[in-house]
């Protein structure tokens, strides 16, 4: 059974995908390919999320694990910050504050 509701999910992904795209294209960037041009957060579960994103022409599929277990939906607001923050170190970007 799955730990996060499909309403959750649903609503972490609507608010990923309205408010934070420049955050999913960061996240596709960095841990998928440097030249991505679009991304899209797809799923998420207790182990990581999953985004899909177009790098040259071509759509392709990224899961990135949390960095832990989580079973709270606090904590999914928690992993992305830290997703974010671990992209942003990897391509050098100053990340915004939180």
């Known amino acids: 059974m799955p730990v996060f509701s499909p309403e959750v ?7 990923m995908n309205d408010d934070h ?9 960095a841990f998928g390919d440097r030249n991505a041009d679009a991304a899209t957060m797809v799923d998420l579960d207790e182990h990581g999320g999953r985004w899909t994103y177009t ?3 071509e759509k ?8 832990t277990t989580i079973d709270e939906r606090p904590e999914i607001r928690r992993e992305i910050v830290v997703l974010y923050d671990r ?12």
Do not use: K, Q, T
Not at 22 to 28: F, G, M, R, T, V
Not at 60 to 67: G, I, K, N, Q, T
């Open 9 to 15: 999910v649903a609503a972490v992904l609507h608010h």
């Open 87 to 98: 992209a942003c170190a990897e391509l050098g970007v100053e990340p915004r504050p939180h």
């Open 55 to 57: 790098a040259a022409g």
């Open 60 to 67: 392709r599929e990224l899961s990135v694990p949390w960095s």
């Open 21 to 29: 795209r420049d955050d999913n294209l960061l996240i596709a960037r």
